[in-house]
């Protein structure tokens, strides 16, 4: 009898999922409609939703700002190395300023995201899909069917690299600022990677040449409001799989991570880049630097929240096929924190489940 009521319960959820996907209208478009109440199957559970931490309530400890002005300066550089260590270390999350990048960019693609979620349903719907991996998709929640709870967010999401899609795929409404700014942030990606290469003690190119700035996906998230912001989340709490990952927002608050015990807010710097670290880079770099959990709170803003992230990942993985900690950082004194792992273990780990996904970094750490 039990097993019967649950099934039900599953069987109906399914369906109101399923409804909500082939509408195509996506939270927006919820949102728009002007309901007052959100469905069940974004209701997440009680011990989340009772984590949750409104913004800017109690903050005292905020992620560390790192000026990258004078990065190319012989007598400022070793600081700035030694800044952007200690923060991928200690917090995995930083903002840089000074990064290169005209704050008009910045702007324009915000903007340009912002319209394209903001085009009329007959416009958007059409490229509503859920095929993942290549090519361009806009979907709402993109792990929609493999978690227990559906978040308060839309994404549109192009994979940039190593198979760029046809220019003319991308969304009419951002197109040309999804491609400047996929150009934008590769540089400041591969700028901060030198950093952080060299504060490992490694030479600065030596992540690039392990090409990871070769596998890029661009995502353009939109967090509308939500009517029921204490029922749901905007995006739940998880780690980025990747090396190292490049956001920028816009006003509207909302990303908070995971510092200790604590949620801390992450308040957008006017002209900044928010840059952490993922869980590949945490496990290359032996532990050194910290893989941290993030989340967005949902939005009780009545303006969307926006968020441009570029995930930058291994494209080619070492000859036979594994990826574990750097050699060159391994001695008798310290020795692997992680075993090796294939390029099938983690996609099936990304793959395999929603974004609440056990860590990969759970799974390969060496008991000692
Ligand atoms: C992500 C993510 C945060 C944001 O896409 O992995 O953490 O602010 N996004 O949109
Ligand atoms: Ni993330």
Redesign the pocket.
Known sequence: MAAKNIDATLYDRMKEVKEFDESKMGVKGLSDSGITSIPQFFIHDPQTLSDLKPPYKHTTTTIPTIDLSHINSAAHRPKIVDQVKSAAKNFGFFQVTNHGVPVSVLGETVNAVKAFHEQPHEVKSKYYKREEGKGVMYASNNDLYRTTAASWHDSLQVWMSPERPEVEEIPEACREEVVAWDLHATKVAEDVMELLSEGLGLEGRRFKELTFSDKRALLGHCYPYCPQPDRTVG?TA?T?PGII?VLLQNHVPGLQVRHGNEWLDVKPVPGGLII?VGDLLQITSNGEYTSVQ?RVLANSWKEARISV?IFFNLSKWREDGYCGPLPELLSPEKPPVYRDFTAQEFLENFYGKGIDTKSLIEKITIKS
Do not use: F, M, P
């Open positions: 995006i998880h980025d990952t952490n993030h992230v």
